[in-house]
């Protein structure tokens, strides 16, 4: 058929790909966000994985370096395209005394705009157009963009049993090896294993010998194993009184920051961004850790049109150094995430909802096939919107996240603070009482 667009056949595909399928419907909610007094009927988003629980904290935090500073000579200018040597350092710090408690050299880091360009500059460097990257599923939708739109890296979804929940990733290594078969019987290369931890949607980790027996098989085969902490610090406080009887046996999280440093594999490696954690995916900050030195210079070589403006590097260096400050906001950040966990959580137990039980991220996992009138995708859809329409909830539609078992949906629990957050719950409790009485 003839296009008017002009565009080129990638650009035409993406004119008529939105990047998710609900920002219209997150655009109508957000014009008609929820009031306690202006507006109690208005609509509550918690489909986007927004942290808002302590921006206030941070933003009088950075105002104190914008007010008590002179902006230094170098962010005017060029820098490292794979981040400023001084924010380098700083975020080795970081890493090092709050994530992955070993020594982190600022040479093996190298950052762009966001974990999405994070991703997709990685994958551009590693895989060949064409090349598969496995993800176990549920996972991430919008990873199948970020490797596939510009490297053109086909994502796998690696079914994962769902069954028995639990807050810790365990598979058979088989998984991989017959992943692994399939892919090269369809003409492709199994090149990259993509790990979230603690994951969304479902907020479990993995164990730290669970993660060395995954990148021994990793390296053994030759594949490129990337672990994406972007929640490490969104961490649930799972010794809360409240929570702890849910977790008698659980493994504590270890970052794979640790695990690389030991081995030094070329084949390992490390993505993070400040977009969750810190609650500011504006301000797009996005690094790849990698022991891997030609990796980190294909990275700086191709990297300048995915540079961070230095005169964001700047501010958030600044805030990075004042470890005492990072200290009191990742407390105060587990205290409310913790909150917000147990505001949700209690709710779905009240009402025989299933949930995953999660050791962080910003979400819930729960399991609301009970209300599906039909076990397809179009029945997810039909039950997202009428959640939507009759209580102003707006959660993730299900499309993306790659796994087979339907009803499964994610709830963003720290987009809205304690009080709404409350609100939501009383409606939902509402929606689902109503619906079971049919
Ligand atoms: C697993 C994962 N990776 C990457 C991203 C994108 O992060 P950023 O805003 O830093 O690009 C998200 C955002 O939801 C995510 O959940």
């Not at 490129?224 to 009887?245: A, F, M, R, T, W």
């Not at 794979?256 to 810190?278: R, T, V």
Request: with cysteine.
């Amino acid at each position: 058929m003839p296009d008017s667009t002009h565009l080129s056949n990638k650009g035409i595909s993406a004119s008529k790909s939105p990047m998710r399928i609900d920002l219209e419907i997150y655009y109508e909610a957000m014009e008609n966000l929820y009031h306690s007094e202006t507006n109690p009927d208005g609509a509550l988003p918690m489909n986007v994985a927004e942290n808002h629980l302590c921006w206030d904290m941070l933003r009088n935090r950075i105002e104190k370096v914008t007010r008590e500073n002179t902006i230094p000579d170098w962010v005017a200018s060029y820098t490292d395209p794979a981040g400023a040597p001084s924010f380098r350092e700083a975020t080795g710090e970081f890493f090092s005394k709050f994530l992955m408690h070993v020594p982190v050299n600022p040479d093996s880091l190298a950052f762009s705009g966001g974990a999405t360009s994070t991703i997709e500059m990685t994958s551009f460097l590693l895989a060949n157009p064409g090349d598969t990257a496995v993800i176990p599923a549920p996972s991430y939708p919008v990873y199948t963009g970020d490797i596939g739109t510009l490297p053109e890296v086909k994502r796998f979804d690696l079914q994962v049993p769902s069954m028995p929940l639990s807050s810790e990733y365990q598979f058979d290594l088989q998984l991989l090896q017959d992943a692994k078969e399939k892919i090269e019987a369809n003409g492709s290369a199994f090149r990259m294993l993509i790990l979230t931890q603690p994951d969304n949607p479902t907020g479990r980790i993995y164990s730290e010998d669970f993660l060395r027996k995954i990148a021994d098989w990793c390296i053994e085969h030759q594949i490129h194993l990337i672990v994406n902490e972007i929640y490490g610090l969104s961490q649930l406080d799972i010794k809360n009184p409240s929570l702890n009887k849910y977790y008698p046996e659980v493994s504590p999280f270890i970052s794979f920051g640790k695990i690389m440093a030991e081995y030094q594999s070329p084949f390992l490696h490390f993505w993070y961004s400040f977009s969750k954690d810190f609650g500011i995916s504006g301000f797009r900050i996005g690094v790849l850790h990698s022991h891997n030195e030609d990796l980190i210079h294909a990275y700086r070589n191709a990297g300048l049109g995915h540079s961070i403006s230095n005169y964001t590097q700047w501010v958030i260096q600044e805030v990075l150094l004042d470890h005492d400050f990072l200290k009191a906001f990742f407390k105060s950040f587990q205290q409310k995430l913790t909150e917000s966990y147990l505001i949700v959580s209690q709710t779905l137990q009240n009402l025989n909802i299933p949930f995953n039980p999660s050791r962080g991220s910003l979400f819930v996992w729960m399991d609301l096939s009970e209300f599906l009138d039909e076990e397809s995708l179009k029945g997810e859809e039909k039950l997202w919107l009428e959640i939507y329409e009759k209580t102003g909830i707006l959660i993730t539609p299900t499309n993306g996240f790659g796994h087979t078992e339907k009803g499964w949906y994610r709830i963003v629990i720290t987009s809205l603070n304690h009080e709404e957050l409350k609100v939501a719950m009383k409606r939902l409790s509402d929606f689902i009482q109503i619906k079971r009485k049919g």
